[in-house]
């Protein structure tokens, strides 16, 4: 375990139960959240990546526009 993530256990244990319940709670879920993402990101990379390679060619063959971010 690392230094930080030891810190961080450690502090949490200092806290009332309620709170440690809640805590964990929360971890627990941000932890599966972030395996479900990592999951579809892998998934998905070569769709992505065609996705990539057409806007690409979309874009040299003059079948794009520039963004306006001050319009939206």
């Known amino acids: 375990m690392s230094k930080t993530l030891e810190k961080a256990f450690k502090e949490a244990?200092?806290?009332p139960k309620k709170d440690q319940e809640e805590f964990a709670a929360?971890?627990?879920?941000?932890?599966d959240s972030e395996q479900?993402?990592?999951?579809?990101?892998?998934?998905?990379?070569?769709?992505?990546?065609?996705?990539?390679?057409?806007?690409?060619?979309?874009h040299k063959a003059g079948e794009t526009q520039p963004f306006n971010v001050k319009g939206v």
């Open 13 to 15: 244990s200092q806290l």
């Open 26 to 31: 929360f971890l627990l879920v941000e932890l």
């Open 36 to 58: 479900r993402w990592q999951t579809l990101l892998s998934s998905s990379a070569s769709t992505l990546e065609l996705l990539a390679q057409e806007a690409k060619q979309e």
